[in-house]
């Protein structure tokens, strides 16, 4: 069950990306009149169908958006990582939840009415203009994943997907690093197809050496033969 989180000390949300534009002091306003929770890992944070409007600002941990199909499987749509804020659709369209989050690791979170969200927005055109930005990445996001399904081969859109996670590896500047290593059902609902096709991949990636896997990421040695398998003609 969450539980409200009173450590003041704990209680900064200078790491939320949306609320850069805005200044120290503001920012800690908006902490001091928001209520404050702890999620246990794989705790429910929003529920489907919930007709609130709060939005959550992720001031750490990590959670899932997610939902189920007709026959009870687990959809994954998206992490939620440490600085990211979810459920301003609510907020500004006034509709039910249409997914669930679910923490994935113990997570803080601080919650917003949905009310007091939207003022903040509309009297601040800087941060209008960063929730904007935010719902045209969504929709490209979206709009590459759709082409990609209908252009690209399995193995293609699992490659192509390890580069979207991939920071530039720090120990080898031609390599890159994935991590944390995304589950296979994450991969497999975010690039549509199944988990069983995804592990056949990531396997014959590891056994081409595109890929090293280990517990706590996954390493590209070069990013360029990674590309190049992306590109390929299916």
């Known amino acids: 069950?969450?539980?409200?989180?009173?450590?003041?000390?704990?209680?900064?949300?200078?790491?939320?990306?949306?609320?850069?534009?805005?200044?120290?002091?503001?920012?800690?306003?908006?902490?001091d009149k928001s209520s404050w929770r702890k999620f246990a890992e794989r705790e429910r944070i929003v529920e489907h169908g919930a007709t609130h409007t709060d939005v959550y600002f992720m001031v750490s941990g990590l959670a899932h958006v997610q939902n189920y199909s007709e026959a009870g499987r687990v959809i994954e749509y998206a992490n939620i990582n440490k600085g990211e804020v979810f459920g301003e659709f609510a907020a500004i369209d006034g509709l039910a939840r249409s997914a669930w989050v679910m923490s994935i690791e113990p997570s803080l979170v601080a919650v917003m009415s949905g009310?007091?969200?939207?003022?903040?927005?509309?009297?601040?055109?800087?941060?209008?203009?960063?929730?904007?930005?935010?719902?045209?990445?969504?929709?490209?996001?979206?709009?590459?994943?759709?082409?990609?399904?209908?252009?690209?081969?399995?193995?293609?859109?699992?490659?192509?997907?390890?580069?979207?996670?991939?920071?530039?590896?720090?120990?080898?500047?031609?390599g890159l690093l994935v991590t944390p290593v995304p589950k296979q059902t994450s991969l497999a609902n975010v690039i549509g197809s199944s988990r069983e096709t995804v592990a056949r991949v990531i396997s014959q990636l590891k056994r081409d050496g595109v890929i090293e896997r280990t517990d706590a990421a996954i390493h590209v040695p070069s990013a360029e033969v990674l590309e190049n398998r992306a590109l390929l003609e299916a």
């Not at 989180?5 to 120290?24: K, M, Y």
Request: with cysteine.
């Open 1 to 31: 069950m969450a539980v409200n989180e009173t450590n003041a000390n704990a209680r900064s949300l200078e790491g939320i990306s949306l609320l850069s534009s805005l200044s120290a002091e503001a920012r800690q306003a908006i902490a």
């Open 115 to 174: 009310p007091a969200f939207l003022d903040l927005v509309t009297s601040n055109e800087a941060l209008s203009l960063a929730l904007l930005r935010k719902f045209t990445g969504i929709i490209r996001l979206s709009d590459e994943r759709i082409a990609n399904v209908s252009l690209h081969s399995a193995e293609q859109r699992v490659c192509l997907e390890l580069i979207r996670l991939a920071i530039i590896d720090p120990d080898n500047p031609d």
